[in-house]
């Protein structure tokens, strides 16, 4: 989509980065790294003190107190970090649990691995996850679970409530959890990331993923974490140290000596809610029907009163005839499931978000 945008000058929604600059302060702080001669390998697990950071934010914000040395490693960005994981827990065989729509790199890391998918779908319309269906879904071969709060593509956030009916499934099993939260700091309307960090019952079994690159503006830099209990994280860093070794170094000072400020990613929810709201209200007038975004920078509309297409034909349309790229759900799904809703990304300036809008409320 973002190639055929280009190709018809259309306003890019569809592919999920920002189309703005990350913080000048940022810049400056890589740059000083770079100029002390912070040029060399990093230890393997990442930088201490980027670690200690990192541990100190996961500690504040969940009350979950994770040892920087031995349960902390910094990856290539987040989808490393999960690849990773599953090469790192899955065995030939081994059943995998995603919850679809999911991002696109789950499936094939597990086929990877050798391991099984096993699609349960959240439910349509919602994206609520189906409790009653991913505990019929564990059997003897369940190795994991993935999860991703806040949700992409449906900008879906899960409850205290939600986590707390996965924390009664999970214990009396072996299945481990990886829990993708690389949108943790954009959760809209005062509501309160729930990690599984804050779930002791969740976190005893968990790989827990984020990424500064969707935080910080700089998706481009792919630096992520993960964060785990020792045991697993040993067998996480067996993988990690031959198939990435260690993660670039200045950009590790950089973001750690930002990070000092924590307010860089406490404000980031209000920055994203405000432009959700700006292209909300833009759209508001349109026969788009608007579903809700909690979190994420995502917003996922029904298209049924606009267009008889199938979600897939109506993007290819919306970008060549309107100048509007978006994405179709049915993108994320393995069968490729048409519920005539397609997903826009409002990372982006508040030009372009305009220029967007005034398209598209021709509609």
């Known amino acids: 989509m973002s190639a055929l945008a280009v190709q018809h000058k259309a306003v890019n929604l569809g592919q999920g980065f920002p189309d703005f600059a990350c913080d000048p302060a940022l810049v400056n702080y890589v740059s000083e790294a770079m100029q002390a001669g912070h040029n060399q390998y990093p230890p393997m697990p990442g930088v201490p003190h980027f670690r200690d950071a990192i541990a100190l934010k996961i500690e504040a914000l969940h009350a979950r107190p994770y040892r920087a040395a031995d349960e902390i490693t910094i990856t290539a960005g987040a989808t ?4 990773t994981t599953i090469l790192a827990i899955v065995h030939p065989g081994d059943e995998v649990i995603v919850l679809e729509p999911c991002y696109d790199s789950y499936v094939p890391n597990i086929e990877l691995a050798g391991g099984v998918p096993v699609r349960i779908p959240l439910t349509p319309g919602t ?6 269906k991913i505990a019929a879904a564990i059997t003897p071969k369940t190795r994991a679970i993935i999860i ?13 409530a939600d986590m707390l009916r996965l924390q009664e499934i999970l214990p009396p099993t072996n299945v481990l959890l990886i829990s993708d ?6 959760v809209f309307d005062g509501v309160q990331h729930e990690s599984a960090a804050r779930y002791p019952g969740l976190a005893e079994r968990a790989f827990i993923v984020s990424s500064f690159g969707k935080t910080f503006h700089v998706t481009g830099w792919k630096v992520g974490y993960v964060a785990a209990p020792a045991s697993l994280m040993a067998e996480f860093r067996k993988v990690h140290q031959f198939n990435v070794f260690t993660v670039n170094t200045p950009m590790q000072h950089g973001l750690a000596s930002y990070m000092g400020t924590p307010a860089h990613y406490l404000d ?3 920055f994203y809610q405000r432009k959700r709201d700006l292209f909300r209200a833009g759209l508001a007038g349109s026969r788009l029907r608007l579903l809700p975004s909690a979190g994420s920078y995502f917003q996922c509309v029904d298209i049924s009163q606009v267009s008889d297409l199938n979600e897939a034909d109506f ?12 994405i179709p759900l049915s993108a994320f799904y393995g069968n490729g499931f048409d519920q005539r809703v397609v997903r826009f990304c409002f990372a982006k300036q508040d030009a372009t978000l305009q220029a ?3 398209r598209l409320k021709s509609l």
């Open 356 to 358: 967007a809008i005034e």
């Open 80 to 83: 490393q970090a999960i690849i």
């Open 268 to 270: 980031l929810p209000a």
């Open 315 to 326: 993007c290819q349309w919306l970008t060549t005839e309107i100048g509007v790229a978006a």
């Open 181 to 186: 939260e690389v949108y943790e700091h954009m």
């Open 127 to 132: 994206f609520r996850p189906d409790f009653d």
């Open 148 to 160: 991703n709060s806040p949700h992409n593509p449906s900008a879906t956030v899960w409850s205290h």
